[in-house]
């Protein structure tokens, strides 16, 4: 199995920015596709970032495109969610995940952000 832990959240003032790390386990990180996910209270878990295991495609939904980038640096076993020009409706819990070779995915806990009008 694949363990993933999320860090970095926490409380910002409306166009501030935050830096989102996932820290994944195991020797074969560079196999895995990676992305974000928020969910805020009251509504459905959504898409926010995803990108593939060389790191050379990256996706991003339409609501943050332009302030969020996905990264990630396979030495380390990390990505990583660069969030800038937050907005209150950032506000979220945001949770990494990451798909194995052959399909199966694995979430982390989550990590809250909060964005302060």
């Known amino acids: 199995q694949v363990q993933l832990v999320e860090s970095g959240g926490g409380l910002v003032q409306a166009g501030g920015s935050l830096r989102l790390s996932c820290a994944a386990s195991g020797r074969t990180f560079s196999s895995y596709a990676m992305g974000w996910f928020r969910q805020a209270p009251g509504k459905e878990r959504e898409f926010v970032a995803a990108?593939?295991?060389?790191?050379?495609?990256?996706d991003y939904a339409d609501s943050v495109k332009g302030r969020f980038t996905i990264s990630r640096d396979n030495a380390k076993n990390t990505v990583y969610l660069q969030m800038n020009s937050l907005k209150p409706e950032d506000t979220a819990a945001y949770y990494c995940?990451?798909?194995?070779?052959?399909?199966?995915?694995?979430w982390g806990k989550g990590t809250l952000v909060t964005v302060s009008s």
């Open positions: 990108v593939s295991n060389s790191g050379g495609i990256t």
């Open positions: 995940n990451a798909q194995t070779s052959y399909g199966t995915i694995y």
